[in-house]
């Protein structure tokens, strides 16, 4: 299980906002019922298996462009520990632990 934040954002539109293209990029991830996803305002964080991630993140680039989008930069950065599986949340909830 891999945990992995991307950060899909276009370049050169109308308009400084971006929520119209990262709303088209959040319904391809409702898609994928094997993921877990969540929404932060700077990037996604996406819990499952890397291909599908990357399925999913290749089905978000093309959905952004879809919506108009002529040029996209995106960040990916990748927690892939093959050891244990250590799911988001829990990963959250040790360092509230320590922060106790």
Known sequence: MAIVSVSIAPLGTTTPSVSEYVAAAQQVLQKYSELTFRLDPMLTTIQGD??????????????????????????????????????????????????E
């Open 50 to 99: 890397l291909p599908t991630i990357f399925a999913a993140i290749h089905e978000m680039h093309e959905a952004m462009v879809q919506h108009g989008a002529v040029r996209l930069s995106t960040v990916i950065k990748i927690d892939d520990r093959r050891d244990k599986e250590s799911p988001m949340d829990e990963k959250v909830a040790r360092v509230r632990e320590h922060l």
